[in-house]
């Protein structure tokens, strides 16, 4: 079955610590995106990657990066300097413009 | 900001009742889309309405579009449980690629 999985499902990072979450696609999707979600808060772009090796920032990209290297996979890393990362992330990926993203089932981050 | 803005924030009807949800935006669109996301998941994909449409079904879901008005409805009709959820609308741009931006969310409760 063709989808986006994300992992892990849940992730605790320290104070000062990096963490990489995972997002991987076989549906042979180019474009792939990742969003942060706050309690009653819709979903805020942080990047996204249109094609292998390229990426632009979304709205609220301080404190993240990522990398493009194959296809199939964006990871995201939350660095120490983003200052209140504990929120839900979903990463989504969409092949035509017109037909919607698929999501995946999302990470939740809690800094302990 | 682009961002939509769902009304209401949230929903509660009874078994076999219809449920309305409101999304408005600010800027001209090429694009709308109507997201379900059930606690702690991702978002699924319920359907796309472009700017030159006005009416979109499918199956107990009716879309509307009004860009003079620059609002949207989603309509479920003979509401059951299983429709308990949030809803998101989500708006492209003409000058966003392929970025859409999603409003906060009507949460919607179906009493059995």
């Known amino acids: 079955d063709g989808g986006i999985t994300q992992s892990p499902k849940y992730l605790f990072r320290k104070e000062g610590q990096n963490v990489t979450l995972s997002c991987e696609q076989n549906l042979n999707h180019d474009a792939m995106y990742w969003y942060r979600q706050d309690p009653g808060q819709g979903l805020r772009l942080i990047y996204y990657?249109?094609?292998?090796?390229?990426?632009q920032k979304g709205d609220i990209a301080e404190g993240y990066s990522v990398s493009r290297e194959k296809k199939e996979s964006f990871p995201l890393t939350v660095t120490s300097a983003q200052k209140n990362p504990t929120a839900f992330y979903l990463c989504?990926?969409?092949?035509?413009?017109?037909?919607?993203?698929?999501f995946g089932s999302g990470t939740r981050l809690t800094v302990v | 900001s682009q961002q939509g803005e769902e009304d209401p924030q949230a929903l509660s009807i009874q078994e076999g009742e219809n449920a309305t949800m409101n999304c408005s935006y600010k800027t001209s669109i090429n694009n709308l889309q109507w997201y379900r996301q059930n606690s702690g998941r991702g978002l699924v994909h319920l359907i796309l309405i472009r700017s030159n449409e006005r009416e979109k079904h499918s199956g107990r879901l009716r879309v509307t579009l009004d860009t003079s008005k620059k609002s949207s409805s989603l309509l479920i009709t003979a509401s059951r449980a299983a429709d308990t959820a949030s809803y998101f609308c989500a708006t492209d741009g003409h000058f966003t690629g392929n970025q859409f931006y999603f409003g906060t969310g009507t949460s919607l409760t179906v009493i059995p």
């Open positions: 990657s249109q094609i292998v090796n390229d990426f």
């Open positions: 989504a990926s969409s092949g035509e413009r017109f037909y919607g993203y698929t």
